[in-house]
């Protein structure tokens, strides 16, 4: 199914109907949650009790602890580890998750309830809910979070202003990635009429590390190679972080998610690609572009999904064979444009 047209209010109303009509609904943030998924998901949760719908926050991960750049959202005492979600829940609504896989565990869990959905905003979204409220065109899930307080009739508290304007600032990368347009504007103008601390967010998302996390980055800086011949002649850069790497200094999967945003910045890339072995012995691939390569179209022929500029997904291989697996799509992806 092609997701190229907006919702229509017909898709909201399904939404929000079945929301009102569930005894509880759990709000579901992809694994490894960013700004966007958690500030989405714990937004509409918090809109969703303060119009009297019983409603919680979950994400797999183990040990279930939110990352540091967001340990400070409010709406925690929402949040309810996989194993913990109470029975009463036949609901399940996810956020910015474009496949079920992206869900972990609560992704067999969600088949289970009686009612599923899906808010996101990625093209390569999969359509495995029964009800999907999906818009490609917006900069951030946040903003579908937005839509979906107001449809509920919600009050914009400050709480969930900030965990909107998290996600926002988060997608758009502080505002400065090609999806932000003069409605994504409005909208933080609104956000910043309620009364958020927009400083203090930002410092926390993009401005705060500990000092373990950025020797965990010079060392991921100190092992980047450049592959001029990559992208057609454009370049490539990437590095790995072993999980050693991280172990070394104690550190969660997590504190590499930042690294890739130092990387994209070199000029002779044209894509910028961080390699994260977890715990597990996987290795997370994440990937950005300035525009030239599809790293949505790349990264779902390779397993995973995303946007055009921003992308990811999971593998086995050896960090050199998941580069070759990479440039290897790119090629196509380039040829077949």
Not at 87 to 104: H, I, K, N
Not at 195 to 209: K, L, M, P, S
Not at 292 to 309: I, K, M, P, T
Request: charge should be negative.
């Amino acid at each position: 199914m092609s997701w190229d047209r907006p919702p229509t209010p017909a898709d909201w109303e399904s939404l929000t109907a079945t929301i009102k009509s569930s005894s509880a609904v759990l709000c579901v943030a992809h694994v490894s949650p960013d700004g966007d998924a958690l500030g989405s998901a714990m937004a509409a949760a918090l809109s969703m009790r303060q119009v009297g719908i019983e409603a919680y926050v979950s994400f797999d991960e183990d040990p279930f602890t939110l990352p540091g750049s967001l340990a400070w959202l409010p709406g925690q005492e929402l949040l309810r580890a996989p194993a913990d979600v109470p029975a009463s829940v036949d609901m399940v609504v996810s956020f910015d998750a474009s496949d079920l896989a992206r869900l972990g565990r609560l992704g067999e869990f969600a088949q289970g309830v009686e009612h599923f959905g899906a808010v996101d905003h990625h093209r390569s979204y999969t359509g495995f809910a029964s009800i999907s409220v999906v818009d490609v065109t917006a900069p951030a899930t946040a903003v579908l979070a937005m839509e979906l307080t107001d449809r509920l009739d919600a009050e914009l508290t400050r709480d969930i202003a900030t965990c909107i304007y998290a996600g926002l600032t988060t997608d758009t990368g502080s505002f400065r990635f090609t999806g932000t347009t003069a409605k994504t504007h409005y909208l933080a103008a609104r956000l910043h009429e309620c009364g958020i601390a927009h400083d203090e967010i930002a410092r926390a998302v993009f401005d705060t590390a500990s000092f373990e996390a950025v020797k965990l980055l010079g060392i991921a800086i100190d092992r980047a190679v450049l592959l001029t011949d990559a992208v057609g002649g454009n370049g490539l850069v990437w590095t790995a972080l072993t999980r050693s790497d991280r172990e070394a200094l104690g550190l969660p999967l997590d504190a590499a998610e930042p690294i890739i945003d130092t990387l994209r910045t070199t000029a002779e890339a044209e894509v910028a690609v961080v390699l994260k072995e977890g715990d597990d012995g996987v290795w997370r691939a994440s990937t950005r572009s300035k525009g030239l390569v599809d790293l949505g179209e790349v990264c779902s022929s390779l397993g995973g999904g995303g946007h055009r500029f921003a992308a990811g997904f999971s593998s086995t291989l050896r960090p050199e064979q998941i580069i070759d697996e990479i440039r290897i799509a790119i090629d196509a992806s380039l040829a077949a444009a």
